[in-house]
């Protein structure tokens, strides 16, 4: 049986937030400041997390949608989030992730990706996400799936 740490609802919001300040203000230099995230929801109970991520025209492939990679990683920060605060602030590398893309995001959307933790094993954390456009709540445009270490 997993055990997720011992969070109120508002320590954990504190901590995402402190988390995702530092990846996009404090980090300008790395890849996940082009990102503007917003939690919408954390729940300690289920470990898990809803991040709106706005989807600009810089983050566009040649079709004018969102470019796959952009997508991955916002999964990527989005599951690292959870990893990290599973294990009290240390950083938790990706080893594994997948992801289908089921219809476009356009450029100027904003995605909102659903992330809980599913199980723990001695060095990893599983985790299953889905994303959804801000526009349709009720359509799934892609999911995801990631397997992290832990220490």
């Known amino acids: 049986m997993t055990v997720f740490p011992k969070l109120t609802k508002e320590e954990m919001t504190e901590k995402i937030q402190g988390y995702f300040d530092y990846l996009t203000h404090e980090r300008p230099d ?7 995230p917003e939690l919408i929801d954390c729940d300690p109970d289920t470990f898990s997390l809803s991040v709106l991520f706005p989807i ?12 796959g990679g952009i997508i ?8 690292g989030t959870l ?12 080893l594994n992730m ?4 089921i219809k476009p995001v356009p450029a100027g959307e904003s995605i909102i990706i659903s992330a809980r933790a ?3 094993a ?4 599983d985790f299953e996400c ?16 990631g397997k992290f270490f832990i220490y």
Not at 30 to 35: H, K, L
Not at 98 to 101: I, L
Not at 122 to 125: M, N, R
């Open 98 to 101: 997948g992801f289908t893309f």
């Open 130 to 145: 889905s994303a959804v456009l801000k526009s349709a709540p009720d359509t799934t445009v892609n999911t995801a799936y």
């Open 56 to 67: 600009t025209d810089n983050m566009k492939n040649s079709s004018g949608i969102a470019h």
């Open 30 to 36: 790395t890849a996940n400041a082009i990102f503007s």
């Open 72 to 79: 991955a990683m916002a999964y990527d920060m989005t599951m």
């Open 122 to 125: 001695k060095h990893t954390i």
């Open 83 to 94: 990893a990290k605060l599973y294990q009290n602030g240390r950083m938790s590398p990706t």
């Open 118 to 120: 599913t199980g723990t």
